[in-house]
């Protein structure tokens, strides 16, 4: 059994996305011992609203650190999930913000529509932290990595102050899976 | 001629190189029309102290995101240096932090011995702008890009307040250069 994992969180530009792809590479190589890549990609297509970061995860070196076969994809925008949904796998799993993405794409995977934007902007009270509430839910359905490893890497990575903040909206997206 | 260009930054954890290149990127793709890739690499080499980011600047479609000839290489640490200049090519430029880096690699390539996070320390009076120093001489040098279009990217990402100071740390780094 392989033990790459592809992970492509997708939204618009300023919602925190690369740093939500440094965060889960942060903790998946620092705290579970794995390798990692983790990737922005500019392109003319990233030159609309759309916005993407990968992270490539693996028990093994990592030669080719692009994502073909995803296993977990993030959308928080309709347009994200309409460019970027393409190279989700059968049987992976979509997160979709379920105010933001209403047409979900042919296929057969795992849907969560979850109230991640909601979440951020209604109980954390700051919309920027999405990207953590987002992260919350992943390292729920992600087997790769731990709410534990996941937690310890946002706190090394948010600015000093918000700490509390994170964890809290980290917590909330990690309840918001079953 | 190749329109493919390679820029490693290297240094230790903390230092702000993810950002360093995630603005690098986002300079040439938002500001020069180009594509580009940027990535962060974490591995068992990763877990010591040193630290690095790449990215891929090009005209063309970008298939291998990996550097693997490059143009341009940052060290800010001694350590760095040691671990991540095998892959410079010839003829290309080595941009080293004066005081970290004691012992250079062997090779032909144009090395500049820079007063980086000298600059970050005194002139400016914030050891974190050392990023910014250094994307000030990388704009400098760097063919790919203009010194305007680092500013513009460094504005969009750097938090509000701090505009100024890294403006400034940027002038600074790009006068390093003769």
Not at 61 to 81: H, R, S, V
Request: net charge negative.
């Amino acid at each position: 059994m392989s033990s790459r994992y592809e992970v492509r969180l997708s939204g618009a530009g300023g919602q925190g996305l690369v740093l939500g792809g440094v965060i889960l590479a942060e903790a998946v190589s620092l705290f579970e011992g794995k390798n990692a890549v983790q990737t922005q990609s500019y392109g003319p297509e990233a030159r609309g609203g759309a916005s993407k970061s990968e992270v490539i995860i693996s028990d093994e070196e990592i030669d080719y650190p692009k994502a073909t076969e995803i296993d977990l994809l993030l959308c928080l925008t309709q347009e994200a999930c309409d460019k970027y949904s393409v190279d989700l796998k059968t049987n992976g799993i979509l997160i979709a913000d379920v105010r933001m993405v209403k047409e979900l794409p042919e296929g057969d995977y795992r849907v969560y529509n979850l109230p991640i934007l909601e979440t951020a902007k209604e109980k954390v009270g700051k919309i920027f932290v999405a990207n953590i509430v987002a992260l919350g839910a992943i390292a729920h359905l992600l087997d790769a990595v731990s709410f534990d490893s996941v937690e310890k890497a946002v706190l090394k990575r948010v600015p000093k102050g918000t700490e509390d903040l994170n964890k809290r909206a980290l917590k909330l997206g990690y309840n918001l899976v079953d």
